[in-house]
């Protein structure tokens, strides 16, 4: 055997080509981002609109330019995140030796669709801050209609969180069910994912509820990524 061979056979029996240990990992990181990314969001809101009296409108607007790129990297780091989360675990499922069904087909893409939710929401934040929404200003130049447009984009903004939370809620019931029985959670998470996904559900069924369903998702990402860090660390 020459070295080559021997060094290729070493990385083969090694802890980290371990497909498994690598995805863990994956998962982990990548549902950790992405609570910590839409935690920062409320803070940076914060920060950025102290100053802020009586609505958005074009004044604020314009005289805060940067805050549409900030708040759409928050968003696009929600939804990288929860793309290498989802889809880490989804490999995870694909490692036991059961076939794969088309309930579990159709939930992994509605958890893709999720986290790609959070990217047009980025889109959206961002929007009034291109060299369209310049012109906000002079076809609306009264406050008054100003505030109803932003108020507006906010619903529309809200319209594309709510793909997240279909698609992240059926996710986590799959993951709770399928996932369980292929090995990727234990059920103490599989409980945590089914409480998260009613939580999600209850947000749409009653109205003008708080976006209290977004953060039960997350907070699964969270509770989820750290179990998964746990777990590749003692595969090690």
């Not at 070295?3 to 056979?9: L, V």
């Not at 959070?118 to 906000?136: E, M, Q």
């Amino acid at each position: 055997m020459t070295r080559t061979d021997r060094s290729a056979a070493a990385l083969d029996a090694s802890p980290a080509s371990d497909p498994r240990r690598r995805l863990l990992r994956t998962a982990g990181f990548g549902g950790i981002g992405a609570a910590v990314a839409w935690f920062l969001q409320p803070v940076l809101v914060s920060i950025a609109s102290a100053d802020l009296v009586d609505g958005v409108d074009f004044a604020f607007v314009s005289s805060h330019p940067f805050n549409g790129i900030a708040e759409a990297a928050i968003f696009v780091a929600v939804g990288v995140g929860l793309l290498y989360f989802v889809t880490a675990v989804g490999r995870l499922a694909r490692l036991s030796d059961a076939p794969t069904s088309t309930t579990a087909a159709v939930s992994q893409t509605l958890g893709v669709t999720a986290a790609l939710g959070w990217i047009l929401v980025a889109g959206l934040s961002v929007a009034p801050y291109t060299s369209v929404g310049l012109f906000l200003g002079e076809v609306a130049p009264d406050r008054a209609t100003q505030l109803g447009l932003y108020q507006l984009l906010s619903v529309v903004l809200a319209s594309a969180i709510m793909i997240y939370v279909v698609g992240f809620a059926w996710w986590l019931v799959a993951l709770a069910t399928i996932g369980r029985r292929r090995g990727v959670v234990g059920v103490p998470l599989a409980i945590v994912a089914f409480l998260a996904a009613a939580a999600m559900v209850a947000q749409l069924l009653v109205p003008f509820a708080p976006p209290w369903g977004t953060l039960a998702g997350l907070g699964f990402a969270l509770t989820a990524g750290i179990a998964f860090l746990v777990k590749a660390k003692r595969a090690a």
